[in-house]
Structures are given as C-alpha cells and as structure tokens.
C-alpha cells in the first residue's frame, strides 16, 4: 500500500519552461514532506523539504507546495535546465527525525 | 569524508545463492538504514538502525532477508537463498541525531540482479 504516491512516472518539459511534480499522500500523520533527486547511478540527494505548518517553500528555482487538505504537494522548477533531468522522489515523515516514506518517482526530461 | 560507501556497486548471482551487500556510514552518523529501490514499489525503506541497534524492520520482505550492524562502521544486507524477485538497487544511508531528514546522505547503491 503505497502512503505516498507519484502518479506520473515521466514528464517531459521544455528547457526554460516550468517543470511541475506532483504528490499525493495517504496518511494524515504525515507532517513533513521532501523532495530528493536522483542521477543515473547514484544515490538520491535532498533538494528541498517542507514541514505542514507551511503551504509553500521555494529555494532559489525550486518551490514546493502543500496543500494538506488535499494531501497534496508540488515541487516547481522554474526555469528548468538540462541539469534538472533526473529522477525526483516525493517523500514524507511523520516528523523530522521519523523515518521517510518515498514514492515511486517520476523521471523528468528537460528538452532542448 | 567519502561519504556512504556500498560494495559491490554490481552484483550477478544465480538463484538460490546467498548475496551480502556491503555499507560502510558516514563516520559520527548514528542512523543507517537500508532502502531497496524497484520499478514497482519505488524506493522502499527495508530497516534501519540506530547506534547499531534494528529500530524498525518492518520493510524486511521475508524471513530470506536479513541485516546487521556489528560495529558503528559497517553493515551487512543478506539475502539467502536470493530470487530473481529479489533484482533491484539497494541503497544504504547514514544520517546523524539532531539532523532532520534532509540530513540522509546515500551510497549509490548496488545494482543486485538475480537470475
């Protein structure tokens, strides 16, 4: 049973434009949320995180959204470049020194 | 520091055949956990530890699977006997107390193919 879950396995955007992920989320004790991304052999790395108290974050092109009563996030990259090709994993805690439950991932392609 | 280091990056067996993935955490990091990842079911958390103790191994599949920690430096994923359902990419992380989440550093896996 999946508690967090990608529904895109793929996405292909424009360089320069903006570049959406989506998230949504089964449990409701979730109160935190991160994004990690992923390169081709290597392992994931944190890019951004978001705790429930907040409905946004942004650090430099990258903005994460909450919307808990949805239980929904989105992370926006704006403007997309070549490097942002990766795999992105949506991922959440009950708190932040829980343990983190990740998605399936969703693979972004970043076209010329 | 040279970070999380997993060995061996690439693993072919046959089945049947008892497998021993390798990871050695961050120095000072008292978390480790073991993480599987597959087309399927994502990145999947398998267990972790803390200072070298299992907290949760709930994500362990079956009885075929088991970890340890020895020592605060090294860790050990065996599977025996492997199957083919067993290919995936397992990943190791290290975290330390007092870090939040974003704190996980991760090895780059070991590819693990099963035939």
């Known amino acids: 049973d999946q508690q967090v879950k990608q529904n895109s396995p793929s996405l292909s955007v424009q360089e320069g434009r903006i570049s959406i992920l989506n998230c949504d989320y089964t449990?409701?004790?979730?109160?935190?949320f991160l994004w990690y991304k992923k390169y081709p052999a290597e392992g994931p790395t944190f890019l951004i995180s978001i705790s429930s108290i907040k409905d946004k974050n942004e650090d430099g092109r990258f903005t994460v959204f909450l919307n808990k009563s949805a239980k929904h996030l989105s992370l926006h990259i704006v403007p997309s470049q070549p490097g942002d090709s990766a795999v992105y994993f949506c991922?959440?805690?009950?708190?932040?020194?829980?343990?983190?439950?990740f998605g399936k991932g969703t693979r972004l392609h970043i076209l010329p | 520091d040279a970070g999380v280091i997993q060995s061996p990056r690439h693993e072919v067996t046959e089945m049947g055949q008892e497998v021993t993935l390798r990871c050695k955490p961050i120095?000072?990091?008292?978390?480790l956990f073991w993480y599987r990842q597959t087309m399927m079911r994502g990145l999947e958390l398998l267990i972790y530890?803390?200072?070298?103790?299992?907290?949760?191994d709930s994500g362990m599949p079956e009885d075929r699977f088991s970890a340890k920690m020895p020592n605060a430096s090294f860790s050990t994923l065996k599977i025996q006997p492997s199957e083919p359902r067993d290919s995936a990419v397992y990943f190791c992380?290290?975290?330390?107390?007092?870090?939040?989440?974003?704190?996980?550093?991760f090895g780059s896996g070991t590819r693990l193919t099963v035939v």
């Open positions: 530890f803390n200072n070298n103790v299992p907290i949760d």
């Open positions: 120095s000072g990091h008292d978390y």
């Open positions: 449990n409701s004790m979730f109160d935190y």
């Open positions: 992380a290290s975290s330390s107390a007092g870090v939040p989440n974003y704190g996980y550093t």
């Open positions: 991922a959440a805690s009950r708190n932040r020194d829980d343990k983190i439950i």
